[in-house]
């Protein structure tokens, strides 16, 4: 399985907790294992479409969903060599709808990918945004 090219280093995600959540994926599991990241929020920015969930940290966008859509999909920020990787193992993997294609992909949980395919993606998109952030964000985060 590709993984990304920007390590875990952080050390603040819970990724036993992530994955536990995210042991049957639904719109339920994918709202609650995005919120589990440290310092994850919810938002709705979109006033033409309320039921698109918008999770942050730190103010910035690591995953987007409507979580009420069928099939359920999510957008998540990745590495674009892994991105394009992705995609051409994976049909249900798409580039970015409505985003940077080179930096996103979309996602659709039709169950062809495993859940800890999907765990890792959004783990992997959760890093990038948290590596980007300055060492005084970073610092601000919670631990747990």
């Known amino acids: 399985m590709p993984r990304t090219l ?3 280093h952080i050390g603040i995600s819970p990724r036993t907790r992530l994955a536990t959540i995210l042991a049957v994926v639904d719109a339920r599991a994918l709202k609650d294992g995005c919120l589990a990241l440290p310092g994850a929020t919810e938002e709705f920015p979109f006033p ?5 969930s918008v999770f942050k940290v730190a103010g910035k966008v690591f995953a987007i969903s409507s979580l009420s859509a069928r099939p359920l999909r999510i957008s998540l920020k990745c590495d674009p060599e892994l991105a394009l990787q992705l995609r051409a193992t994976h ?3 798409q580039p970015g709808y409505r985003l940077n294609k080179r930096h996103w992909n979309t996602v659709t949980l039709d169950g062809e990918l495993p859940d800890e395919l999907i765990g890792t993606m959004i ?6 945004v948290v590596a980007s952030l300055t060492h005084a964000q970073r610092a601000t985060l919670p631990t747990s």
Do not use: A, C, K, M
């Open 91 to 93: 049909g249900s993997i």
């Open 6 to 8: 920007v390590p875990s």
């Open 123 to 128: 783990e992997d998109s959760y890093d990038l």
């Open 48 to 52: 033409r479409y309320p039921e698109r």
